[in-house]
């Protein structure tokens, strides 16, 4: 197989002191390609992660606007609800007033109308 050359057996040495080393790194090169397929897989799983995300931010923003829009009008009819009773408060207002004034009024006409019977009473008997 050799000769026995020095410089042959330093040779077939130092072969034999690589395989360890070439076998290291054989397996050194399987880690390198699993974690380069780790990493691949792990990137591509947040950018999935990221265009879900992103999806339903999107979708945040549309039910966001949707109650926006819901809220002002809710005020806005909360607004015209209060001007309403408001008003409705203002014309009850104005009808007990009217209300007192005639009842004042039919009181006086009542005296008068009965000063006006016992008057006449007091005539006739």
Not at 51 to 60: E, G, K, L, N
Not at 70 to 78: A, G, I, P, T, Y
Not at 94 to 115: D, F, N, P, W, Y
Request: hydrophobic residues 40%; charged residues 25%.
């Amino acid at each position: 197989m050799f000769n026995g050359t020095c410089s042959t057996i330093r040779l077939y040495r130092a072969l034999f002191h690589y395989k360890k080393p070439l076998a290291y790194l054989c397996c050194d090169d399987l880690q390198v390609s699993n974690l380069r397929h780790e990493r691949e897989e792990i990137v591509a799983r947040q950018l999935q992660d990221a265009t879900a995300d992103s999806s339903h931010v999107r979708a945040v923003q549309r039910e966001n606007v949707q109650l926006n829009v819901k809220v002002k009008s809710l005020l806005s009819e909360l607004e015209e609800i209060r001007s309403q009773r408001e008003h409705a408060g203002m014309q009850a207002d104005s009808v007990t007033r009217l209300q007192v004034k005639q009842m004042a009024e039919l009181s006086a006409s009542i005296k008068a109308l009965e000063v006006q019977n016992l008057s006449i009473w007091n005539k006739c008997g």
